[in-house]
């Protein structure tokens, strides 16, 4: 309590210190980068030029600045090459996204540690058991006299914790983003109150129609290019696309201590021409250093053919991910053999291009039987399955890993791919939960793990007898 | 989770994006989604990656010359 009434105290002196005075600030923010780093030259010189015209110039990131690149994500250090970069073209700050806890904490904590811009959240709350330092809930700027407060938030799901596995974010809680911001409102004292919300747009939009103390929403999260900005209860909400095509460029005028304008565009990065020579030599020496021909493992004998290759991705989802049942469709096998020996990284992106997310679904046994008899060409683990067709009447046998019959009475968690859940109708009263990991990362983390697969026998692990 | 797509209700699963509610309204669309523009509830555009919330509204339309 007597902490917040100082900070309260100090950004009120800020503010009063600040009365009358005239600052035009330019604020530079990209969210939901996901690793994409190609337009970092670009963006490097676009930064540059206005700094050179307007000293108050910020470059921000608002979050997810991982997964979505191998190059980054499967670094030797993950996530080490976009933090680089972004050292050296001159972010200032950024708000944690979801994804940053893609790694873990402590993956996270030595991103934190390498990067030379600062992290902000204010709604993650830090248990005995977590491993991620504790982060500034926000950070003022004094421009000109004019003080800039920027509070960060971070999304939190239906489960109560951000879209990442569970297991990434042990030990830390998360408070509603709306109800955090509510607790900061005396930032709006103080100059110019800024929000770097990584919760997307549809929260931004009940956090700006609750709370008009706000002046600018930087957001994130949810993907969306929001053209020139959109203003609800009085509040600037902005949000640049994802994957580095745009930057959102954000001008704030000042006079005499009062915000007189404030206006939000979009940048198409793809659209300059101009890019810094340093930042273009830095992604060159990543892009050649990629190791995508790192071996993962070894492959005992050939693994040949959609049986023995389903076989393998579907093991890794119920060995990795503590499944009972995991199913693939044979469509999403896209080569035809791993050659006996080494298995690279290249390899297993060649296999499994798409890299769908896992959906965690609890499955009764009757609704097994239902799926299984619809789609009898799926693949699976942790069970195998005898379909019997007789004269319009089918029998299904199903048996675990033991060849012990399932027991009818009892629940199952079963993972299948994002694509099999929207394209194929089954009936499902548990409506699913996104694992948020992807299929292509679990199978490497599952050869990695095992070092040598052996899939070259494997039996039939659903059979149709007509 | 519920969201609507064109104004059509959609059961998906909690954490679904996107491309999980286009798909499951008509595969085709993401299939050529080249042709097609996204637009949440307020008119802006939204990527396929982008995360739903529940409640969400989709709206899906060709775009023009396609």
Known sequence: ?466 | MKIFVNNKEITLFRGAKVKDAVLMFDRKVLREISSYEILDKYGNQTDVDGALQEGSRLFIRKTEGN
């Open chain 1, 1 to 466: 309590m007597i902490k917040f009434r100082f900070i309260r105290i100090l950004v009120l002196a800020l503010f009063f210190a600040g009365c009358g005075k005239d600052a035009e600030i330019i604020i530079l923010c990209t969210n939901d980068m996901h690793g994409n780093i190609d337009n970092f030259p670009k963006l490097s010189a676009y930064y540059r030029k206005l700094k050179v015209e307007n000293p108050n110039t910020f470059l921000f990131s608002d979050g997810d600045l991982f997964s979505g690149n191998p190059l980054v994500d499967q670094y030797i250090e993950k996530g080490y090459p976009i933090v680089d970069i972004m050292n050296k073209v001159g972010y200032s700050l950024s708000s944690i996204g979801n994804h940053e806890f893609d790694y873990g904490q402590e993956t996270l904590n030595k991103r934190i540690g390498q990067a030379e811009f600062q992290f902000i959240c204010a709604n993650i709350k830090y248990g005995e058991n977590s491993t991620l330092k504790p982060l500034e809930p926000y950070r003022v700027f004094n421009i000109n006299g004019v003080t800039m407060s920027v509070l960060g938030l971070i999304e939190v799901g239906s489960g109560g914790i951000p879209a990442t596995h569970p297991g990434n974010v042990t030990g830390l809680k998360f408070a509603s983003p709306a109800k955090t911001a509510g607790e900061y409102l005396f930032l709006g004292n103080g100059g110019i109150f800024v929000l770097l919300s990584h919760t997307g747009v549809e929260s931004d939009v009940k956090i700006a129609e609750k709370y008009p103390e706000i002046d600018v929403i930087l957001g994130g999260h949810s993907h969306t290019k929001i053209n020139n900005g959109m203003v609800k209860n009085g509040v600037l909400i902005t949000q640049a696309s994802s994957k580095l095509r745009y930057v959102g460029e954000t001008r704030i005028s000042v006079k005499k201590g009062k915000i007189v304008s404030k206006t939000n565009k979009l940048v198409d990065l793809n659209k300059l021409s101009e890019e810094d020579p340093e930042i273009r030599k830095l992604i060159d020496s990543y892009k050649s250093a990629d190791k995508g021909n790192k071996v993962i493992g070894r492959a005992a004998s050939k693994i040949s053919g959609k049986k023995q290759l389903g076989a393998l991705m579907t093991d890794a989802l119920t060995e990795m991910l503590d499944l009972d049942i995991a199913f693939l469709n044979p469509g999403g096998i896209r080569i035809g053999v791993i050659p006996k020996g080494d298995i690279t990284m290249n390899t297993v992106y060649a296999l499994d291009p798409f890299g769908n997310d896992i959906v965690k679904i609890i499955m009764s046994y009757d609704e097994l039987e239902k799926f299984l008899l619809k789609n009898q060409t799926f693949l699976v683990s942790g069970i195998s399955c005898a379909i019997t067709s007789k004269e319009k009447k089918k029998t299904v046998k199903i048996t675990d890993r033991n060849g012990a019959m399932l027991d009818k009475s009892k629940k199952y968690a079963v993972g299948m791919n994002s694509y099999i859940y929207s394209t194929c109708k089954f009936a499902h009263e548990d409506e699913g939960t996104a694992m948020n990991v992807n299929t292509s990362d679990i199978l490497i983390k599952y050869i990695e793990t095992m070092h040598t697969v052996d899939y070259g026998n494997v039996p039939a692990r659903i059979t149709v007898k007509k």
